[in-house]
């Protein structure tokens, strides 16, 4: 399986980007996805998480500015980001859970993207 992340790029303050994440390979079972993010000296952490049927849930920082979605049939994840903050610069990865386990765990994925660069400056 391999994850490719794209859409990223350099945006002002208060604009907005649209990342998006393509699953290819041995895609047999449709499995719960994530977006995470890093910022240099920090850990990665949890930016949304969505289910197999659409169910999504966000890190308190991003809820209300951030959307997750999916395409089933196109086998590619979304990350629909508005109001972005300086803060909000990383390099933004997804990942696929495995089954079974614990969506905030950063060592429950079992595939990663090599992560597309989000830069928020004026």
């Known amino acids: 399986v391999r994850l490719v992340e794209s859409g990223g790029g350099l945006v002002q303050p208060g604009g907005s980007l649209r990342l998006s994440c393509a699953l290819s390979?041995?895609?047999?079972?449709?499995?719960?996805m994530a977006w995470y993010r890093q910022s240099p000296g920090k850990q990665r952490e949890l930016v949304a998480s969505?289910?197999?049927?659409?169910?999504?849930t966000y890190a308190d920082a991003m809820e209300g500015r951030f959307t997750i979605s999916r395409d089933n049939a196109k086998n590619t994840v979304y990350l629909q980001m508005t109001s972005l903050k300086v803060e909000d610069t990383a390099v933004y990865y997804c990942?696929?859970?495995?089954?079974?386990?614990?969506?905030?765990?950063?060592?429950?994925?079992?595939?990663w993207g090599q992560g597309t660069q989000v830069t928020v400056s004026s």
């Open positions: 990942a696929r859970l495995r089954p079974g386990e614990s969506y905030l765990l950063t060592n429950s994925y079992d595939f």
């Open positions: 390979g041995n895609v047999y079972r449709i499995r719960r």
């Open positions: 969505i289910t197999p049927g659409g169910s999504a």
